[in-house]
């Protein structure tokens, strides 16, 4: 039985998360692409019903051999890529999340495969020319750091040629949920401020170094990693619908309130530390972000999304807590 279904990264947060989605839909025939499988990440895998697995390198090996590996795929998830956002080299970042990008595309489409990929929030930079998707204003858009100007140089090239009528790229907002545990520093605040509760009882948040906003009261749209998956899936596989899409909640939420949630899930009363932020995150700090997900909505999506504080309580409750990946929680 041949793959049909690849997704990179398939070991990693989203993406083991997505194929644990298309399990649940029925889908087996799964082709797995990952680097470095650590300990957490092969753990995983252990949850997920797939083909077969192969390295990020031996990929391209496969593809440009034409062999029977990738002969039957039909979709592409590539949602793998260097996701650190205080990564600066260039040339790895680069060779990670252009050009592999690149030559992943131009070979599906030139098969007619369709292709699903991981682009980012981090390319709108501070905002301040807007956070809504599609190509018309990416001229506009200066990411501050190199990771999102990394996914945003392939947006750029996708649109210069001409690929978005036929390809959907996402841009994630911030995401969170399980199986996260091995981003280590990239982990998001609700995964480390589990640890910081448990081990000191408080959790400390940056305090704010712009006077129109106050400590804590910074902005993000979270969204929830079942949530992000749902509306990956649906733009996959609604017929017809190509281009680059926002995925988040429209919804911006403060730290405090993320803060304060978490305490809530774990019945504590909230103690919450302001620290400093480092000068090296200064310039390349988002004070806000919330996406337009109009784009979304006229392609037909209509689940309603968690709210945070139902998602940071299923989060807690169900996988922080028991620490279970994943999939595990019906075991």
């Not at 590996?69 to 252009?98: D, P």
């Amino acid at each position: 039985m041949k793959s049909t279904i690849l997704v990179t990264g398939g070991a990693g947060f989203i993406g083991s998360t997505l194929i644990h989605a298309l399990n649940e839909r029925g889908e087996k025939k799964i082709l797995v692409t990952d680097d470095v499988l650590d300990e957490e990440k092969q753990h995983h895998l252990k949850s997920l019903s797939y083909e077969a697995y192969l390295s990020a390198s031996d990929l391209l090996k496969k593809l440009e051999q034409e062999s029977e590996e990738v002969a039957s795929l039909k979709t592409i998830f590539h949602l793998g890529a260097c996701s650190s956002t205080l990564e600066t080299n260039r040339e790895y970042l680069m060779k990670n999340n252009f050009e592999y990008t690149r030559i992943l595309a131009e070979w599906a489409l030139k098969r007619d495969i369709r292709f699903v990929y991981a682009s980012s929030a981090a390319t709108y930079g501070d905002g301040s020319q807007g956070m809504k998707d599609g190509i018309e204003n990416l001229d506009q858009l200066k990411p501050l750091n190199l990771y999102g100007m990394s996914k945003h140089l392939f947006d750029l090239h996708a649109r210069d040629q001409g690929w978005f009528d036929r390809i959907v790229g996402i841009k994630y907002f911030n995401v969170f949920g399980p199986n996260e545990g091995h981003k280590k520093e990239m982990r998001s605040l609700v995964c480390k401020a589990y640890e910081q509760i448990l081990a000191t009882g408080r959790v400390k948040l940056f305090k704010s170094h712009r006077p129109d906003y106050r400590d804590g009261e910074q902005q993000r749209d979270f969204v929830y990693v079942k949530d992000a998956v749902v509306m990956t899936l649906h733009l996959a596989f609604t017929k017809n619908v190509g281009g680059l899409f926002n995925v988040g909640t429209a919804t911006p939420r403060t730290w405090l309130d993320l803060a304060k949630a978490l305490f809530a899930a774990l019945n504590r009363e909230a103690v919450i530390e302001f620290i400093d932020m480092p000068e090296h995150l200064q310039h390349q700090y988002q004070y806000y972000t919330c996406a337009d997900i109009s784009q979304l909505l006229a392609a037909g999506y209509q689940q309603p999304s968690w709210s945070l504080e139902a998602a940071v309580t299923d989060y807690v409750k169900n996988y922080l807590m028991p620490g279970k990946h994943f999939g595990e929680e019906e075991n």
